[in-house]
């Protein structure tokens, strides 16, 4: 048998934990536990103001302490919440799970909604991406306006902190402004992982801005392979490094039997040996059953292919996908060298 | 039965408490420094664990005060981890009513009371000021006597929320107008173990007193001593029939401080130096400043208090409730300064300190016993002074005497912050 073929990149694996809803931490806790068994990079849980279920931050973070390694992504919506509170909440994720946060930022467009909070009417979608994007944008500005460092316990002078790494943001949005600085020190990975679904035309703009990973869906390879390509071309036109946009394909999965997770295996395997992307997102019709058949049947066979990983390389999301503690955009601002 | 105690646990946040120079005193945000005081306190049969909140860094004289600890991460989110690590301690977040809004924060709470088991706590405080404003959607445009109007309709909100999905487990339609929110729809989250989670107010005035008496199931007070104590509790309590409501329906419940000794005198001794570590030269300065409203860094803080008068109009400080008036907090001063021959740095540790309890074990059991048997308070919210270990020495050399005594329970008696406070679970309306 000829030597398994080693990728210069390893697959990046992730699952939803979604599915219909739960009121018991238990039912998200195995299955958090199930996929990190499969060593997946993290797992997703979707939310709206509108559907039933718990807050996906708030189960996350309960989900945290429970486990060790695997990322944890929760949807977060933009539309009717405070921007101040959502970079705190996020950045408190990743200090609770010592740097395995992400979160996904969507936006609220129905009447039904906006009717919950009765704060302004429902927006069409193009505005509230454009709203997301101001958020993403004052939330890394929050992450940084603490330096690292800016912890001193200097005795001698009686400062708990230096000032000077500290930072105001003064956001000016459209619909909200942020002074700053933050309440909450950086978190452990800079800033947590920003997670795009760049399907529809608004949250693609906002992917290739702000995404550390964007999600596609595609029919087929050579139709991934095009998105990515167009997603990583936008982004380095607005002056990124596509090397750090990772780009999954996200694929609905039903797996009733050990040789659909096979089948499931070869299919990955294939798409991501034609360059569809770098990895997967998988979306389980029914988390409970079809997980356990992906980290049994489908995550050994791509191990034994070597296209994934048999362990975690490191601690934190980022270090999972393989992309550098986010840089801050303040650190030098105030500095005199 | 004798009156049993209630005791819960701060996690000193945002604070000029924590001796943050003590070698013993590790990071004030790493959750693990969370957990070891959440598991202390359960060990210790606790009812609860509790955070503040502040939504903007504090400034003095323009500029980030940074003597203090500063920096803490949000709470409902260190909450909702720390009962994946917790059985039964109760859990509770100071979060404003101001700069939210009661769809999703009645939707946060009932997640964390799912997510643990029936133990989520709201600490609904009121502050108001356009500086902390400054941070969100709305700014600062809330008027100081509206921020309890909202603060009450932000709560009766929540709970229709609370109260909306049918006992089969179906979600049925709500719809709230009023003078502040006018909202309608569906909540996405079944009745929580609790029914509601346990509410805690904070805040002095007599609309504070009326709300914690209408509302509340807890009052977090600063009045610490014997006869401020008594007399608070008398008031409160006295506020509660006509809303219907039984004294024990509302625990009472100061912040304090403790030290504790092998003997009464090193206690003494280990306190006047915890006080020295808290009000360092600089502090006692800016704690002067704060009443002063004026810049008195010329001042040596080991002579005497400034004979010029505080300036009223000053915006000296930002981001701090304010102390009351500031010509009469300067009399006050002056007067004990005075009396006692006391400094500048004196002054002001014998003026800011809280209720503390110091002594030998047995002498803080004894002093906790005496205030909660003469009704001064009906359990009390523990400060330590070290994070995260401050509350170890309390919970093994104290807690035993509390239970000898009868006063303190052995046991949780059940898994709900509810049951530990003897509240029952709320009848669900509509
Ligand atoms: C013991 C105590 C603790 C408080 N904790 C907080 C807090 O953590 N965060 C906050 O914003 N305000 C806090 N407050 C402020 C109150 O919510 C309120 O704004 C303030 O006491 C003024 O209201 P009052 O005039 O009714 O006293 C606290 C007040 C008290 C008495």
């Known amino acids: ?337 | 039965m004798t009156k049993q105690m209630h005791l819960a646990a701060h996690f000193p946040g945002v604070n000029n408490t924590t001796v943050w120079a003590d070698p013993r005193s590790r990071s004030q945000i790493d959750f693990s420094s969370f957990v070891h005081l959440a598991r202390t306190a359960e060990r210790g049969r606790f009812d609860f664990f509790f955070l503040a909140e502040g939504l903007r860094l504090r400034e003095h004289k323009g500029r980030i005060h940074d003597l203090d600890v500063v920096g803490r991460p949000e709470s409902l989110t260190v909450l909702g981890a720390l009962a994946a690590v917790t059985e039964h301690l109760g859990l509770a977040a100071t979060v404003n009513a101001t700069f939210n809004e009661p769809y999703e924060l009645a939707r946060r709470f009932a997640s964390l009371d799912h997510l643990s088991g029936g133990r989520a706590a709201w600490n609904v405080v009121t502050s108001f000021d356009a500086f902390t404003g400054e941070n969100f959607r709305r700014g600062g445009y809330l008027d100081r006597a509206d921020r309890y109007t909202r603060a009450a309709e932000f709560v009766a909100t929540a709970r229709e929320l609370w109260d909306s999905w049918t006992p089969e487990g179906t979600p049925r339609p709500f719809a709230h107008q009023g003078q502040h929110f006018s909202i309608s729809g569906e909540f996405t989250v079944p009745r929580s173990p609790q029914g509601h989670p346990v509410v805690i107010q904070a805040g002095d005035s007599g609309e504070g007193r009326e709300f914690a008496a209408s509302t509340a199931d807890i009052v977090f007070t600063r009045h610490g001593t014997l006869e401020a104590g008594r007399e608070f509790y008398a008031d409160v309590k006295s506020r509660l029939a006509k809303y219907g409501r039984r004294p024990e329906d509302l625990k009472i419940m100061p912040g304090v401080t403790f030290v504790l000794g092998d003997t009464d005198a090193e206690a003494q001794e280990k306190a006047a130096d915890i006080r020295r570590r808290q009000v360092s030269a600089q502090n006692a300065i800016v704690a002067l400043e704060q009443i002063w409203g004026r810049d008195l860094s010329a001042y040596d803080p080991d002579g005497p208090l400034p004979e010029i008068d505080p300036d009223p109009e000053s915006e000296l400080v930002k981001g701090r409730v304010k102390v009351g008036d500031p010509f009469a907090v300067a009399a006050k001063w002056r007067a004990l300064s005075e009396a006692k021959g006391l400094s500048i740095r004196q002054t002001v540790i014998e003026t800011t300190g809280r209720q503390s309890f110091i002594g030998t074990p047995a002498s803080v059991a004894a002093q906790l016993t005496e205030f909660v048997t003469a009704d001064a308070a009906d359990g009390f919210i523990l400060v330590p002074h070290l994070t995260p270990g401050g509350l170890d020495d309390f919970v093994d050399r104290v807690v035993p005497l509390l239970q000898e005594r009868g006063v303190f329970r052995t046991e949780y008696s059940g898994p709900t912050l509810r049951s530990h406070l003897g509240l029952p679970t709320p009848v669900r309306k509509g």
Do not use: C
């Open chain 1, 1 to 337: 048998m000829p030597p398994p073929r080693t990728p210069t990149r390893p697959l990046h694996l992730a699952a939803d934990i979604g599915g219909s809803p739960h009121y018991e931490a238990r039912h998200y806790t195995a299955l958090a536990r199930l996929a990190e068994r499969g060593t997946l990079d993290f797992v997703t849980l979707g939310d709206s103001f509108a559907r039933p279920g718990l807050d996906a931050l708030a189960v996350l973070a309960r989900v945290a302490p429970a486990t060790e390694r695997i990322g944890l992504v929760p949807t977060v919506t933009t539309t009717h919440t405070e921007p101040f509170h959502v970079s705190s909440a996020v950045a408190t994720l990743d200090w609770v799970s010592r740097g395995r946060a992400g979160w996904s930022p969507e936006v609220s467009t129905t009447e039904a909604e906006a009717a919950l909070f009765g704060r302004r009417p429902a927006a069409p979608a193009a505005d509230l991406w454009h709203e997301a994007r101001e958020v993403a944008d004052v939330a890394g500005r929050l992450w940084d306006s603490w330096e690292d460092g800016a912890e001193i316990r200097d005795e001698p002078t009686g400062r708990f902190i230096d000032r000077d790494k500290l930072h105001y943001v003064d956001f000016e949005g459209r619909t909200f402004s942020v002074r700053g600085p933050a309440i909450v020190p950086r978190p452990p990975q800079g800033h947590p992982v920003t997670v795009i679904d760049a399907t529809a035309p608004e949250p693609r703009a906002a992917a290739v801005r702000h995404a550390d990973i964007a999600l596609v869906r595609a029919e087929d390879p050579a139709a991934a392979r095009e998105l990515r390509e167009e997603l990583r071309d936008r982004a380095r036109a607005h002056g990124r490094d596509p090397e750090r946009l990772r780009v999954l394909v996200s694929l609905p999965v039903q797996l009733h039997t050990t040789a659909d997770a096979v089948g499931l295996a070869t299919l990955i395997g294939d798409w991501y040996e034609q360059g569809a992307a770098e990895g997967f997102h998988l979306r389980p019709a029914e988390p409970e059953r079809d997980l356990a058949l992906l980290v049994d049947g489908t995550v050994p066979v791509l191990q034994h292919r070597g296209l994934l990983r048999r362990f975690y390389p490191g601690a934190t999301l980022r270090e999972h996908l393989g992309l550098a503690r986010a840089a801050n955009q303040y650190a030098h601002a105030g500095s005199p060298s």
